[in-house]
């Protein structure tokens, strides 16, 4: 498709037909096959080793108000994105959220239809992390562009955080570029550009920086710890002045394994340096604390890490918290669809006008089947809706709970004649009904 360029910006052909309303009964999806993604130069990024002094210089640079940049910044966070425990933490949270299923409602009814489709896309999937993302990284700017397939009409992509500015509603072709689009004023906003998070946060993740430098320096110096005491360095003491011997000396020390050696006068002496006295509980304490920091930071509680004082009321308590987030998260989810992602796809033509967006309320299972114990004392449960909400099949015969009268799983009553089945109560017993029992 040929693109025409106009005003500094670069547009495909059919991007004013793609953003006009959808009309009741769109046959299919408006068409806008070019994205702003194509034209963004990709830059490698730098491996370097980084350490709090980087950190801050990235947030002074993105502090700037003239010139705002937050490149430097976002390469620290894919940086420490490698970490293991804060990307466990992260997907904990995520998965989390992402494994409860949604409804798409018109005018208050679940279109059944749009609820199928959408639950099972891989795009929607892809937006929602990357709308989860946006309190990550504290901002987030994606695309959508349409697709030949028929399973997966839209794709979803993520403009690198690296060439958005969001003070300044800037879009860089090139990281380092002065200028570029204001994405915020072309046809495109609202439609196929998404915008989510705030302009000036920077997100969780520059709070976990910190802990995750720490950690690693601590995993950096245990390493070499175990290096140095786990494998001694060997050395021989000669007085030979011969070079053949010290050559044949050192091919041997070489030849025994991969530790350090050396060779030394027999005048002089090897000692190790004088540190603390430590097998390593410095370094794996620092470890803890700051794998239980990012932890309290992004799920608000330590789950299944405390081995020696965890026990089940504590874990129990933390679930109920963890749940308080997930809630939270679902919640600005939510709010970001029915606020900005189903306008763009009622505009494109993927869904009806007048959709929300509402997630599926869960049921506790346990709770549930609880209360239903008690109610069959006094009323019947039909046994189709027992075995939809657990998977039981019911038929009417009798049961009876602990303590309690003969009960049945039947929608139709059963009369229970207590005068003809109760034990007699006379002390002695009897075996006749005790209506007719006469001293």
């Known amino acids: 498709m040929q693109k025409k360029k106009r005003d500094g910006k670069i547009h495909g052909t059919t991007a004013k037909a793609a953003n006009l309303p959808a009309k009741a009964g769109t046959p299919k999806t408006a068409q806008r096959r070019e994205g702003y993604i194509r034209n963004i130069i990709p830059k490698t990024i730098s491996r370097t080793r980084t350490d709090i002094a980087t950190w801050r210089s990235a947030l002074r640079s993105a502090d700037s108000v003239d010139n705002p940049r937050r490149a430097k910044l976002m390469n620290l966070y894919e940086d420490i994105m490698l970490d293991a425990h804060l990307t466990s933490q992260i997907e ?13 409602k018109v005018n208050q009814e679940v279109d059944d239809e749009a609820t199928a489709a959408l639950n099972a896309a891989s795009w929607v999937t892809a937006l929602n992390t990357h709308i989860l993302n946006s309190a990550m990284y504290g901002h987030t700017l994606v695309e959508l562009t349409t697709t030949d397939s028929g399973t997966e009409p839209v794709a979803v992509t993520l403009l690198p955080r690296q060439n958005v500015i969001p003070e300044k509603g800037l879009l860089l072709l090139r990281e380092d ?31 976990a920086v910190p802990h995750v430098l720490f950690m690693r320096f601590a995993q950096s110096c245990w390493s070499e710890l175990c290096e140095i005491y786990g ?43 004088k540190g603390a006295d430590t097998n390593g509980d410095v370094y794996s304490n620092l470890i803890s604390v700051c794998k239980e920091a990012v932890s309290l930071l992004m799920n608000g509680v330590v789950m299944g890490q405390d081995t020696v004082n965890g026990n089940r009321s504590k874990e129990e308590s933390s679930i109920r918290l963890f749940e308080k987030i997930v809630l939270a998260l679902r919640k600005m989810v939510a709010g970001y669809w029915n606020s900005t992602v189903i306008p ?46 657990f998977g039981i099949d019911c038929t009417d015969k009798a049961f009876t709970l602990p303590g309690q009268l003969s009960t049945t799983l ?21 075996t006749k009904d005790w209506r007719r029992f006469t001293d």
Not at 364 to 378: A, P, T
Request: with cysteine.
């Open 92 to 104: 904990l949270r995520h998965q989390t959220v992402l494994s409860t299923p949604f409804d798409i």
């Open 177 to 207: 570029d002065s200028k570029g689009i204001k994405y915020r004023e072309v046809r495109e906003f609202g439609t196929w550009l998404l915008e989510f998070g705030k302009e000036h946060d920077y997100g969780l993740l520059n709070k």
């Open 231 to 273: 494998i001694p360095p060997r050395f021989i003491k000669t007085d030979t002045q011969d070079p053949a011997m010290l050559d044949r000396a050192e091919a041997m020390l070489r030849d025994m394994g991969a530790a350090a050696y050396f060779i030394i006068d027999r005048t002089e002496e090897f000692q190790f340096a």
């Open 344 to 389: 763009a796809l009622v505009r494109i033509g993927i869904l009806k006008p007048g959709s929300t967006f509402a997630w599926q309320q869960e049921e506790d299972i346990e709770k549930l089947w609880s209360m239903v114990v008690q109610l069959l004392q006094f009323k019947d449960v039909p046994n189709e809706w027992i075995k939809e909400k």
């Open 410 to 430: 039947s929608a139709q009553p059963r009369e229970v004649d207590f005068f003809a089945t109760a034990p007699c109560m006379r002390s002695g017993g009897c």
